[in-house]
């Protein structure tokens, strides 16, 4: 949920503004890429294909997925993946997947605790190991990084960007928390992960 609503007519001079304070060019460069996608979320047959695009980068990363049929407690219940729900969401767990150590990738929400999504939120608080600042440093990462991959499958980056907040602080610190995480992620080999395992998964 956005923290402070922008109005529209307000979306593109923010965005100019953002822009020219990233001093990256690595990070401005994977900025334009999201700002080039849609600001608004896919819906009926787009969010559907969607979907099954992260799904199938899901599958192309050898990440377990449940079957269809059933509606799941957690996004990621230490076994497989809910296939469930919106795409931007399955791109946001498969982040966290091939983030997290693999003692991790056993535990529900990967011992982060429980996430926006998740239904069972007293067990996900249970199964949290992870320190509060490490969460917050394991979430940016997974955000920026779900966020990347929709703007190279060419879904609505930009609608994610705005939701999980990354202009909130514009004025202060956002440039420099986006190219901080974008250097942490760049770091992890992760970000052309789609053109890399999807070739045949999807086309």
């Known amino acids: 949920m956005i923290l402070t609503p922008i109005a529209a007519g307000d979306l593109a001079g923010k965005l100019d503004r953002f822009a020219s304070r990233l001093d990256d060019g690595e990070a401005r460069a994977a900025f334009g890429r999201i700002r080039r996608t849609s600001p608004d979320r896919a819906e009926v047959a787009a969010a559907e294909r969607h979907r099954q695009e992260a799904i199938a980068l899901a599958h192309g990363c050898g990440i377990p997925v449940h079957a269809g049929g059933t509606h799941y407690r957690f996004n990621w219940d230490g076994v497989a993946l809910d296939p469930h729900t919106e795409a931007y969401v399955i791109l946001h767990e498969i982040a966290h997947y091939l983030l997290a150590p693999p003692a991790r990738r056993s535990l529900v929400d990967f011992g982060l605790g429980p996430g926006p999504d998740t239904r069972d939120r007293a067990a996900a608080e249970q199964a949290a190991i992870v320190?509060?600042?490490?969460?917050?440093?394991?979430?940016?990462?997974?955000?920026?990084?779900?966020?990347?991959?929709?703007?190279?499958?060419?879904?609505?980056?930009?609608?994610?960007?705005?939701?999980?907040?990354?202009?909130?602080?514009?004025?202060?610190?956002?440039?420099?928390?986006?190219?901080?995480a974008f250097r942490r992620v760049r770091e992890t080999g992760l970000i052309g992960l789609p053109a890399q395992r999807l070739t045949r998964e999807i086309r």
């Open 131 to 180: 320190p509060l600042l490490e969460r917050e440093a394991d979430e940016t990462a997974a955000s920026l990084l779900g966020i990347l991959w929709e703007a190279a499958l060419g879904q609505p980056a930009l609608a994610s960007f705005l939701d999980q907040n990354w202009l909130e602080g514009l004025e202060r610190s956002a440039a420099a928390h986006f190219t901080a």
